[in-house]
């Protein structure tokens, strides 16, 4: 038998057709008709009991186990022990199963299904009994059941191979839709070949091209490569130098800050100095001694001068008004009267054991019996008013010594009362002999001192702080109104800025400071000038010196 032919006769179709008729003219079932497979891989426990349900119910003894090889679970020779089981070169794995094959017991086989007890003796075809029999495969090859039975049943054995009949035709059929389905896709297949290959052919053009880019690229990347090498040995050497000029840079800032301390601290101390120097201008050009009266020169306030032996000092600018013009100038000292008698002093007289070379040294006038350097009424004067004499300490000799010759009465006492006379001051009597009227002149001479002395310069201090916001003008210059209680409109003040000890702060204040370009003062206010708006307050100190 041919494989397609054992394969049709073997299927589940052919079986179910074929079930009724062998159990009612066989009396035996066969397992492919309840779905078992027997291709040796698929599990056919469930489809074999299926089979052996059918066959209790039946009340069959007999199972057909076609060509092929079974797989069962263990266990499941004992629910077949009560059958007569048939095989056409089977075999079961998974559970010990004895089959009865077909080929090797033709004889029992014939005698079991069909009655016929006059076997032949060898195989062969036995065209009379419906057998065809294949000795090569030493199994029943073909069942000709219409040769069997032929008059009672050749209905139902047409009917069963009408069944096969439709089912083959169906199977061509399919087979044929099958085919044209798979000429269809094997067109399909082919077209989307050629639009493979022309893709494949595209692509390989690109990829030809992609590698001579990448061939380019790579070339590039070498080249790249070795300007990043040259690039980082830049860089390192490049961070070297930074690191070096960075340590330079912090040694130069520590190096600046210091010296910008050095400076804020000298500039304060230069404000200092100028305020101080200014002051002492002032003084000077107060007592400024020009030397022996001019008509020519042009005197301003405090100039002295000397005229005809007095000293005077300007009291208003004046030029060609004699000294003796009272608008312009006061008396500063008189000249005294013309001394009596000739003659030199001797040192044989006055210093005749040369104790110090001074002829006015106290060593030399060592007061005698008869000698005296004060009256008794002198120094009792002196020791009644002593509490007049201004002067701190007590008087030494030289100082006692420009009273000589005078007698000196409480009212001429009380002339010098409340004068300051140090030693320099009262030089100026040194050697003269004052009479009465003498002595009141000193003492108008000494009041008109004390007047220009009480009048002498004074310095005042302001601080104020100039605000950095409304600022008067939309361009340079910029100027600032702010109020200074007590500052006249005829001060002109010095100023500088006031630091505040931080040195980052300090380096702000005397940035903003450097703008201003003048102040100007009126009455209880100041106006400050500026290139630019200050970014901060800046603290100021003004000085006013009157």
């Not at 110090?356 to 008013?385: H, Q, W």
């Amino acid at each position: 038998m041919s494989s397609t032919m054992r394969d049709l006769l073997a299927s589940n179709t052919a079986q179910a057709q074929m079930s009724s008729f062998f159990i009612d003219k066989l009396g035996l079932v066969s397992v492919k008709s309840y779905g078992a497979t027997g291709d040796g891989a698929t599990n056919d426990t469930v489809a074999i009991q299926s089979c052996i349900a059918a066959a209790t119910s039946e009340g069959l003894e007999s199972i057909f186990f076609p060509h092929g090889t079974y797989l069962v679970t263990a266990g499941l020779g004992n629910e077949l022990s009560g059958f007569f089981l048939w095989g056409d070169n089977t075999t079961v794995t998974g559970d010990t199963i004895t089959i009865n094959q077909i080929g090797a017991n033709l004889t029992t086989y014939i005698t079991a299904f069909t009655g016929l007890t006059d076997t032949p003796a060898s195989f062969g075809t036995y065209a009379e009994y419906g057998l065809v029999v294949n000795a090569a495969e030493d199994g029943l090859e073909f069942i000709d059941f219409s040769g069997i039975y032929a008059a009672e049943d050749a209905e139902a054995l047409r009917v069963i191979a009408e069944g096969l009949r439709v089912t083959a035709e169906s199977l061509r059929v399919t087979a044929e839709d099958d085919r044209d389905t798979a000429e269809g896709l094997r067109v399909t297949a082919e077209g989307l070949r050629v639009t493979a290959e022309g893709l494949r052919v595209t692509a390989e053009s690109g990829r030809v091209d992609a590698e001579a880019l990448r061939v380019t690229a790579e070339g590039l990347r070498v080249t790249a490569e070795g300007l990043r090498v040259t690039a980082e040995g830049l860089r390192v050497t490049a961070e070297s130098d930074r690191d070096t000029a960075e340590g330079l840079r912090v040694t130069a800032e520590g190096l600046r800050v210091t010296a910008e301390g050095l400076r804020v601290t000298a500039e304060g101390l230069r404000v200092t100095a100028e305020s101080a120097r200014v002051a002492a201008e002032i003084l000077r050009e107060q007592f400024t001694y020009i030397g022996a009266y001019s008509a020519g020169t042009t005197y301003v306030t405090s100039n002295m001068a000397t005229y005809n032996g007095s000293t005077y000092i300007c009291t208003q600018e004046s030029t060609g008004n004699l000294p003796t013009n009272v608008t312009y100038w006061d008396v500063v000292a008189a000249k005294g009267a013309d001394g009596i008698g000739a003659g030199d002093m001797l040192a044989t007289t006055y210093d005749p054991t040369t104790v110090s070379g001074d002829a006015f040294d106290m060593d030399n006038m060592a007061e005698g019996s008869t000698t005296k350097i004060l009256t008794a009424t002198e120094r009792t004067a002196i020791s009644t008013n002593s509490d007049k004499f201004s002067y701190p300490g007590s008087a030494d000799a030289t100082e006692l010594n420009i009273l000589e010759g005078a007698t000196l009465t409480t009212a001429e006492l009380n002339i010098l009362d409340g004068v300051t006379s140090d030693k320099d001051e009262l030089n100026i009597l040194d050697g003269a002999t004052l009479t009465t009227t003498e002595l009141n002149y000193v003492g108008g001479v000494t009041s008109a001192i004390q007047t220009q002395l009480g009048t002498k310069a004074t310095t005042t201090d302001y601080t104020v702080t100039i605000p950095s916001a409304s600022w008067t003008g939309s361009e340079a210059p910029f100027t600032k109104v702010v109020a200074v209680s007590g500052i006249l409109s005829t001060d002109t003040p010095t100023w500088g800025y006031v630091p505040s000890g931080v040195y980052a702060t300090d380096v702000i204040i005397k940035a903003d400071a450097g703008l201003f370009l003048g102040i100007e003062t009126a009455t209880n206010s100041i106006t400050v000038t500026a290139t630019e708006v200050p970014s901060a307050d800046v603290p100021i100190i003004l000085k006013a010196v009157r």
